[in-house]
């Protein structure tokens, strides 16, 4: 079956365009206007991913995913109208997988959606036996997609999840942050360093939550290593 699409923007040709590309892409789409009507949208059909809009009425994005986060680790790809480094942060740290800033290419669009998905999809079962990471007391499992420190769960995005396996996977490497996205993202989608920054404070954070506190180092002037995890 085609992946489910809700993209949820107050403009209705910016809510066109991004449906043409993605059905033109085999997915299927569902486009409403504001926060309040995609939140009604997703408790009535959950979608594979949401492509969300920060600035709208009624409810703006933000908002949105703060709510969603409460119930669905459905993937989200934020739009903002301002290059706001505010808005970026805010929006992944809120558990956003990845953001895009209007005006923007519909083909990059459709390019992030599918790293996206690709990210979250289930992985078959004739993976089952793929190789499992850790570090001290941080454990990943690709197969079942499921993290976790000292037995704690980590509620992990896709692309957060890619970057932290990126890590286990050269426990003893100091990463640039071209290297840490090259985990996350195709080679030919363009990331700012900001955004791999959002990604690595974001990651630090919910392992803090949890007591790890020394997830990722930083190597000034170079990029970033994999802490103990003790």
Do not use: W
Request: hydrophobic share 45%; net charge neutral; glycine share 8%.
């Amino acid at each position: 079956m085609p992946h489910h699409i809700l993209v949820a923007d107050d403009d209705p040709h910016i809510r066109e365009v991004i449906c043409f590309a993605l059905e033109k892409a085999g997915m299927s789409t569902a486009a409403v206007p504001d926060g309040a009507a995609a939140l009604r949208a997703i408790e009535r059909r959950t979608p594979d991913l949401v492509v969300l809009d920060i600035g709208m009425p009624e409810m703006d994005g933000l908002e949105v995913c703060r709510r969603l986060r409460h119930t669905s680790d459905v993937p989200v790809l934020f739009l903002s109208a301002r290059d706001e480094e505010i808005d970026r942060i805010l929006g992944l740290e809120m558990g956003g997988d990845d953001y895009v800033t209007k005006p923007f290419s519909p083909r990059e669009l459709v390019a992030r959606v599918n790293v996206i998905l690709r990210r979250a999809r289930p992985m078959r079962p004739e993976q089952a036996a793929d190789k499992q990471f850790a570090q001290g007391k941080l454990a990943l499992a690709p197969a079942s997609h499921a993290a976790s420190f000292d037995g704690r769960p980590l509620a992990l995005t896709g692309i957060e999840f890619s970057i932290l396996k990126g890590f286990l996977a050269r426990p003893t490497h100091v990463l640039d942050r071209d290297a840490v996205m090259a985990s996350a993202y195709a080679a030919n989608i363009h990331v700012a360093g900001r955004t791999v920054d959002s990604h690595i404070r974001n990651i630090r954070a919910k392992l803090a939550a949890v007591g790890c506190l020394d997830a990722i180092e930083t190597v000034h002037g170079v990029g970033f290593r994999l802490g103990r995890c003790g």
